[in-house]
């Protein structure tokens, strides 16, 4: 089965700096990858999501990249804000169940 | 705009009570999820659907939880008897059966005393 790691279970990063937040996973049929965002006492939102067919793909802010040779996938925030604080979730999915299966979370917090 | 819709966002029962949870997903959805999160375990998928017919609820305790669809607008999942170790926040997602990404509820936090 699938395993979903994260590296840190704590980033502390200054207002303005950029953040990255990285996740490593087991299976090499993964073929679809997504990060989630979770504040304090509301449900995971959808931030930025990427295919096994691309290396790299950017929203507002956010950039997602897949390295499949190593199966790692990290998560950018540029120019991090206080509003950004919150705890990440990668999640990847393959197979025909088409299921996630979630990382332990990330605590981001931004320092002023 | 659209989103999932759960009920109620916060129960505290007591222990052999029967807990029920609702879920309402986005329109047009095929597919729902019930996840339960705590500290210990983080998210853990509990059941889905598609269609309204249970794909996987390899994740629930059977003797206790079971999970339905009585229509395309309705998910509810229920505990019957509740216990102190079923306290967690009860999160429902929902999508389309061809895509992959999931949007999640604002979830049902749940404290069996």
């Known amino acids: 089965g699938e395993s979903v790691g994260l590296h840190l279970p704590t980033l502390s990063v200054q207002e303005g700096d950029n953040s990255i937040i990285n996740c490593a996973y087991s299976?090499?049929?993964?073929?679809?990858f997504i990060w989630y965002k979770q504040e304090s006492g509301k449900g995971p939102q959808f931030i930025i999501d990427?295919?096994?067919?691309?290396d790299k793909r950017q929203g507002q802010r956010v950039t997602v990249l897949l390295n499949k040779t190593v199966k790692h996938l990290s998560l950018q925030i540029a120019a991090t804000q206080p509003g950004d604080s919150a705890v990440y979730f990668c999640?990847?999915?393959?197979?025909?169940?088409?299921?996630?299966?979630f990382g332990s979370g990330t605590q981001l917090t931004v320092l002023p | 705009d659209a989103r999932v819709t759960q009920t109620p966002r916060h129960k505290v029962t007591e222990m052999g009570q029967e807990v029920t949870m609702r879920c309402q997903p986005i329109?047009?959805?095929?597919?729902v999820f019930w996840y339960r999160q705590t500290m210990m375990q983080g998210l853990e998928l509990l059941a889905y659907?598609?269609?309204?017919?249970?794909?996987?609820d390899s994740g629930m305790p059977k003797d206790r939880f079971s999970a339905e669809m009585p229509d395309a607008t309705l998910a509810t999942l229920k505990i019957q008897p509740s216990e102190p170790r079923d306290s967690a926040v009860y999160f429902c997602?929902?999508?389309?059966?061809?895509?992959?990404?999931?949007?999640f509820g604002p979830g049902t936090r749940l404290t069996v005393t």
């Open positions: 299976n090499s049929a993964s073929d679809y």
């Open positions: 659907f598609r269609n309204r017919a249970p794909l996987d």
């Open positions: 990427i295919r096994s067919n691309m």
């Open positions: 329109l047009g959805h095929n597919t």
């Open positions: 997602a929902s999508g389309l059966s061809q895509a992959d990404e999931q949007y």
């Open positions: 999640a990847v999915s393959s197979g025909s169940a088409r299921q996630l299966t």
